[in-house]
């Protein structure tokens, strides 16, 4: 094979194997199989004071975009919120998660009405995506709770206003994450007499 011909191979092929090296990198950074996660999942309030590192906050992002939406609209916004003062401000507006001013970040997950074309589905949507993040999170070796905003209005407007969110985006919840400081054991919530077979 002539020498051009080949160097033509080898260009055209590069780009498939910088993405595929990128992705076997990111799966390498779970510590963790999809069955293993999702099983020993928990709701984690108290951490630590490791910082989180940029790098595993945008692979959370990552995996939580990757969740399905209605006609593949994806109407989900995030705020990142770092600053100590403003975590602190959480436990005024939900006092359930009052914990979220000790911990290093929260992510905010919103629906964005702009983004929502069919009818009303953002909910479903943002909330299949807040659970990929929680899994990633506990993957990656980090902690995490999802604290409720939407439905209560109070919130929803409290969460907008300390955020500085358009009037069309609609805070759906806050996850709280950081290293966990503790690990809550693994329960198994399987409950064969809430499946039902063919009818009620």
């Known amino acids: 094979m002539p020498r051009r011909r080949i160097l033509g191979l080898l260009a055209a092929a590069a780009p498939a194997v910088l993405l595929a090296s990128r992705a076997g990198a990111q799966d390498k950074a779970a510590t963790m199989d999809a069955i293993a996660a999702i099983k020993t999942r928990r709701s984690v309030r108290t951490y630590t004071d490791a910082p989180v590192s940029d790098?595993?906050?945008e692979e959370v992002l990552r995996c939580g975009m990757q969740a399905p939406s209605a006609c593949n609209e994806q109407p989900w916004q995030f705020v990142v919120v770092r600053d100590k003062a403003t975590l602190a401000k959480v436990g005024g507006i939900n006092p359930y998660a009052?914990?979220?001013?000790?911990?290093?970040?929260?992510?905010?997950?919103a629906g964005d009405f702009g983004l929502d074309k069919c009818g009303?589905?953002?909910?479903?949507?943002?909330?299949?995506?807040?659970?990929?993040?929680?899994?990633?999170?506990?993957a990656l070796g980090l902690g995490a709770v999802w604290t409720g905003i939407y439905p209560l209005p109070e919130r929803v407007e409290a969460f907008r206003a300390l955020l500085?969110?358009?009037?069309?985006?609609?805070?759906?919840?806050l996850l709280v994450m950081g290293y966990p400081a503790g690990q809550p054991a693994p329960q198994d919530r399987f409950r064969p007499e809430r499946i039902h077979r063919e009818k009620w």
């Open 55 to 57: 790098v595993l906050v």
């Open 120 to 138: 009303g589905y953002w909910i479903e949507d943002t909330s299949a995506c807040a659970e990929n993040m929680l899994l990633a999170a506990h």
């Open 164 to 173: 500085g969110m358009p009037e069309n985006v609609t805070p759906m919840a």
């Open 98 to 109: 009052a914990y979220a001013k000790n911990a290093p970040l929260a992510i905010l997950v």
